[in-house]
């Protein structure tokens, strides 16, 4: 098959599992190429907003050829920028299609505004198109208000997802929780983002012996990530006689409002890359996550596949909470999130090797390309 894959948000802006599910495609011999609009905004991207190119060009990123253009946003001005952005995608479109010739299929991740402009090119060149939606009820309410919400927007993306061949949210929950936005008129089937199984492989840890017991939390210093919950917990912990450690890394974890909240025993590493990140988990021995909003935090994934167990809140869904590998709590229950994270330290016959394959089996490149391999192809044939 001949994919398109049209990321909402690409480097510097994130969006990653974009490449990582056109990868997983590629592996299986079918012609994927990602065609990607990036908005930059002055207050946010400061320096790219001036060095990055302003034509449009390719490159190559992990073996996959990316069409590239990069926006220059009109700070405070939503609504031009979104058409604009549009536009450009479809006029993007117009030369992809005529140096690559025209797709079977247009895979857009989230509805804002890879959908909207996916269901576009769909419409204009008869191309059936889906849309992968990561994200949460949380993101929406900032930016739209509550539910329910009369912002332009939401008529516009309601369109999208009753329009597509099918919308495949990262998670069940996922649709339940959208609902109060857009209804649920429309077709979809959940699969699970991957991560790279071979990368975050099974690893034992060092026994414990003398050391401490380590905890990692791998996440942004964004209020909805929790950490005023997590910090308290740790000191609890602490005080119970316990011990242990805990390093978080993420941006913004070494800035001077997440140093005034830390406890003895925290460490701090920053904005981690993905070695990083590997290198962190290797050298601790749990996770813990004390998030308020999540839809499907690939950290708790890459955790477990890399042996280790993960201690996280009720916001998950369902298909993260691995039988034996993780456990769940209410969220911004300090005293419930204290005695989880002391059972996990305390756990001694934790088999990291089954979790890891049961990892493997749900969010592996090669599953997870199958899956959507075979989505593609019944629309394809039922076009």
């Known amino acids: 098959m001949h994919i398109l894959e049209i990321p909402s948000f690409f480097p510097p802006s994130g969006g990653l599992f974009c490449l990582d599910q056109a990868k997983a495609l590629a592996m299986l011999r079918h012609e994927v190429r990602i065609l990607s609009n990036v908005q930059l905004g002055l207050a946010i991207h400061k320096k790219l907003f001036f060095t990055l190119p302003f034509g449009r060009y390719e490159h190559e990123m992990a073996g996959i050829t990316v069409l590239q253009s990069y926006q220059r ?60 939606e990561h994200l949460s009820k949380l993101l929406f309410e900032n930016e739209f208000g509550p539910a329910p919400s009369h912002a332009w927007q939401i008529p516009l993306l309601k369109e999208c997802y009753q329009k597509a061949n099918r919308v495949v949210p990262v998670s069940e929950e996922l649709v339940d929780s959208l609902s109060c936005y857009f209804g649920k008129d429309y077709r979809w089937q959940a699969v699970s983002n991957t991560i790279d199984t071979d990368f975050f492989h099974y690893q034992p840890r060092e026994p ?13 210093f964004w209020p909805m990530k929790g950490y005023d919950v997590l910090m308290a ?138 899956k959507l391999e075979q989505l593609f192809s019944e629309i394809v044939a039922s076009k």
């Open 73 to 132: 946003g009109i700070p405070k001005v939503v609504r031009p920028n979104v058409k604009r952005w549009v536009r450009i995608v479809l006029s993007m479109y117009k030369d992809y299609e005529a140096k690559y010739g025209r797709p079977d299929i247009l895979h857009a991740h989230c509805a804002k505004w890879a959908g909207y402009a996916a269901m576009k090119i769909g419409q204009e060149y008869g191309i059936p198109y889906v849309v992968s």
């Open 233 to 370: 917990a740790f000191q609890k912990l602490r005080a119970s006689g316990l011990n242990v450690e805990l390093h978080i890394a993420g941006a913004g974890t070494d800035s001077a409002a997440c140093r005034a909240m830390m406890a003895e025993g925290v460490v701090t590493h920053g904005l981690l890359d993905k070695n990083g990140v590997r290198h962190l988990l290797y050298d601790c021995d749990a996770l813990v996550l004390a998030s308020r909003s999540e839809v499907q935090p690939l950290v708790l994934l890459e955790a477990m596949s890399t042996g280790i167990p993960v201690v996280s809140t009720e916001c998950v869904p369902r298909c993260l909470r691995i039988e034996d590998g993780s456990v769940i709590v209410p969220i911004d229950d300090v005293a419930a999130l204290a005695e989880a994270m002391r059972v996990v330290s305390q756990q001694h016959d934790f088999d990291g090797a089954t979790v890891s394959r049961k990892i493997a089996g749900m969010a592996s490149p090669q599953v997870v390309g199958r």
């Open 208 to 220: 414990l012996s003398d050391r401490p017991f380590r905890f990692c939390c791998l996440a942004n």
